[in-house]
T-cell receptor
Framework: DVKVTQSSRYLVKRTGEKVFLECVQD?????MFWYRQDPGLGLRLIYF???????EKGDIPEGYSVSREKKERFSLILESASTNQTSMYLC????????????????FGSGTRLTVV | GNSVTQMEGPVTLSEEAFLTINCTYT??????LFWYVQYPGEGLQLLLK?????DKGSNKGFEATYRKETTSFHLEKGSVQVSDSAVYFC??????????FGDGTTLTVKP
């Protein structure tokens, strides 16, 4: 069964800590994405990557960075965690590029609920 | 730019009721359209998709038809169950590889 695995389901960190959220996929997908999900705000794209060592800013990249050293792994980094980064974080992957019959949609991980205190 | 608008929730239905969740979109080019479902405490799962006008996607009793003339992709189910309680997201994808999601609609089905 193909999947996207996020390393932690629940995480509690202190303000100012550097936080790493890990995501691994076993589908050989080129594209990987990080979203955060907050009540009433839907899904907001933080960063995405179309290839190894490549990254693009999404809609809300401030306070975050990412790393993609291997195709299967996409890490989200909170450089100095703040309470307003308390959220559900969702990782997703997809097959590359175009729509049409060849695009099967995103596969999501189960999410990491991060609390910053 | 691309956008997706879903009907606002929450939606509360009794078991065996008919479900419609409205979704309309704005897109450049010819998007593929998707419905995802998120059960409590989980990530999103792909529910169904349609890749061109007049296509009907279907899965687990849910259906949605790609209507280009009304730029819509409404989700329907004839008889909902308590286990269908979840958040439903409409989404579109064009050639950029990045999907655009609606804000989600929460469905609660009561026995």
């Amino acid at each position: 069964d193909v999947k996207v695995t996020q390393s932690s389901r629940y995480l509690v960190k202190r303000t100012g800590e550097k936080v790493f959220l890990e995501c691994v996929q076993d589908m050989d997908h080129e594209n990987m994405f990080w979203y955060r999900q907050d009540p009433g705000l839907g899904l907001r794209l933080i960063y995405f990557s179309y290839d190894v060592k490549m990254k693009e800013k999404g809609d809300i990249p401030e306070g975050y960075s990412v790393s993609r050293e291997k195709k299967e792994r996409f890490s989200l980094i909170l450089e100095s965690a703040s309470t307003n980064q308390t959220s559900m974080y969702l990782c997703a992957s997809s097959s590359p590029g175009a729509g049409g019959e060849s695009f099967y949609g995103y596969t999501f991980g189960s999410g990491t609920r991060l609390t910053v205190v | 730019g691309n956008s997706v608008t879903q009907m606002e929730g929450p939606v509360t239905l009794s078991e065996e009721a008919f479900l419609t969740i409205n979704c309309t979109y704005t897109a450049t080019g010819y998007p593929s359209l998707f419905w995802y479902v998120q059960y409590p405490g989980e990530g999103l799962q792909l529910l169904l998709k349609a890749t061109k006008a007049d296509d009907k996607g279907s899965n687990k009793g849910f259906e949605a038809t790609y209507r280009k003339e009304t730029t819509s992709f409404h989700l329907e189910k004839g008889s909902v169950q308590v286990s269908d309680s979840a958040v439903y997201f409409c989404a579109l994808n064009t050639n950029a590889g990045k999907s655009t999601f609606g804000d989600g609609t929460t469905l609660t089905v009561k026995p």
